[in-house]
């Protein structure tokens, strides 16, 4: 469906979607006492988007997971607990949201008025059913000195390619403060017989179809407990949606469907639900979250506000295109989003400057094959953002990355097609959860590496996830790999390190 036949659908899809399949919202008795079919607490419970006082905690009622939830059509109050020991001794937090059936009757709390850099346990009540426990943490103050900090990145967990040992192992990582998923949290994929795990649920394509496939993806138990012993900050890729998807949610019901669905499985804040200005749902997901005077975070959106990339043909020479024309066409970001990117990273005060993107932002000449896919295709608007740390030089810029299967350490350019421009900062790419590269593509980026010297480093394995730590003086990267995606409970190593030094962009293997 186009845009176009979306926006002439008009209120009535909008609000068919919106109230869930048709549910008269005005008439819709709240349940107070709910009985279930079956344990509700399915999907187990998340948190995510800390700040010094609050964390959005998050679950989803859903006693027949695989098909449609298996709720009532009512709305259904649901308690929340927040506590400082994980046996709800000292119960310092609660209170009652409401799980709207037309949200799949998920529960996204905020605004709970917390101490900063605080362990809090939590957990839910309905009816008679109380969820499992998780634990989160909050941020430091704004600004307040801080000497350490600990966290992950993941991306791209193919539910039938394998198991998530890779995310059990995050969850066995205790002393991590906060979790980075980069996207490609779920696949669309139709079932495949020949996989290591096979799908029950159908490749979705409406949201009700998207919520069944995030169902799935969510009762692993790997996942789960990851969820569940810390908070994640979340933004998706084009799995989420489809294979290479780009544009906004409201484009197409399929879109718009998809990111609802997103949101309503993601611990996003409740200000992050999709809106329905014009009968589109519109979904704001670039943001930033900061850790005291050590580290910011900003989160891109890599997806929905994309340009076409340029014919190669027909555009010419990168070199000859003004790189800062307002007015190209073959955007990443969107202005708006790359003014904020800007304005942000330039008011920033945090001694590192971490930039979680979706697809890969380094530079790879590969002539006409191998080409990885990311901003390379957009090479303009990556120019604007190099040339911009190259311009206003911010506190240590430092790319986290998904997307692309394998784990690579590149420098970033001021400016590539000039080698000996400065390197104004670093990306790690970090291998997927479980989703392959295939063979096509790892002769390919091998093949091309001596083309390409700021590359560092690059390891076309699957099955894993990187580990940082960071103080003041220096960046620290471990890259993790599963021994084998076949086992749940595969162990997990370290097989690469890597460290930055404060004020030196570009990574020295450790
Ligand atoms: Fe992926
Ligand atoms: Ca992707």
């Not at 609050?54 to 649901?78: H, S």
């Not at 012993?229 to 469907?257: C, K, L, T």
Request: glycine letters at 8%.
């Amino acid at each position: 469906m186009s845009r176009r036949t979306f926006l002439a659908l008009g209120g009535t899809a909008a609000a068919g979607l919106a109230l869930g399949g048709g549910v008269a919202y005005s008439r819709n008795k709240v349940l107070t006492a709910p009985r279930f079919s079956d344990y509700p607490f399915t999907l187990g419970v998340a948190s995510g988007e800390p700040r010094p006082d609050k964390v959005v905690l998050w679950t989803r009622l859903a006693p027949d997971p695989l098909n449609g939830g298996g709720m009532p059509p009512n709305d259904v109050e649901v308690r929340w607990e927040m506590a400082t020991d994980e046996n709800f001794k000292n119960v310092v937090r609660s209170g009652t949201e409401i799980a709207a059936a037309y949200q799949a009757h998920s529960v996204h709390v905020a605004d709970q008025g917390l101490e900063p850099s605080t362990y809090y346990w939590y957990r839910f009540k309905a009816g008679d059913e109380i969820s499992p426990v998780g634990r989160t943490k909050t941020t430091p103050p704004y600004g307040a000195p801080l000497s350490s900090l600990k966290f992950a990145f993941a991306s791209c967990a193919d539910y039938q390619e394998g198991y998530f040992p890779a995310y059990r192992a995050i969850a066995e990582e205790e002393d991590l403060d906060i979790v980075f998923h980069l996207g490609d949290y779920i696949y669309e994929y139709a079932p495949d017989p020949s996989s290591t795990r096979v799908a029950k649920t159908p490749a979705p394509d409406d949201i009700w179809t998207y919520r069944d496939t995030y169902a799935e993806q969510k009762l692993d138990p790997g996942m789960q407990a990851a969820h569940a012993m810390h908070p994640w900050e979340v933004i998706p890729d084009d799995h989420e949606v489809y294979n290479n998807f780009e544009g906004e949610a409201g484009q197409s019901w399929r879109a718009g469907g998809a990111l609802l669905a997103y949101w309503e499985h993601m611990p996003l804040r409740p200000s992050a639900a999709p809106t329905w200005e014009g009968g589109v749902p519109n979904l704001h997901l670039y943001r930033d979250i900061e850790y005291g005077d050590l580290a910011r975070f900003v989160m891109l959106d890599t997806r929905q506000y994309r340009g076409e990339p340029p014919d190669p043909e027909a555009e010419g020479d990168t070199e000859e295109k003004d790189t800062f024309d307002p007015n190209v066409t073959n955007d990443m970001l969107g202005h708006e989003q790359e003014d904020w990117l800007y304005d942000t990273l330039d008011s920033s005060e945090t001694r590192w400057n971490v930039i979680g993107n979706q697809i890969g932002m380094f530079d790879y000449q590969s002539g006409s094959d191998g080409n990885i896919m990311g901003w390379d295709d957009h090479g303009y608007a990556r120019d604007r953002v190099t040339r911009f740390l190259d311009d206003r030089r911010p506190s240590n810029p430092v790319v986290i990355t998904g997307d692309l299967h394998c784990s690579w350490v590149s420098d970033l350019k001021a400016y590539y097609p000039d080698e000996d421009s400065d390197t104004v900062g670093t990306e790690f790419v970090g291998t997927s959860i479980t989703s392959g590269l295939g063979d096509w593509y790892e002769e390919a980026y091998r093949y091309h590496l001596g083309q390409n010297p700021h590359v560092r480093f690059f390891d076309e394995r699957n099955g894993g996830y990187v580990r940082c730590e960071v103080t003041p003086e220096e960046w620290r990267t471990e890259m993790k790999l599963a021994d084998s995606i076949a086992d749940p409970e595969s162990p997990v190593r370290t097989f690469a390190s890597f460290v930055v030094e404060d004020g030196k962009p570009g990574a020295e293997r450790a």
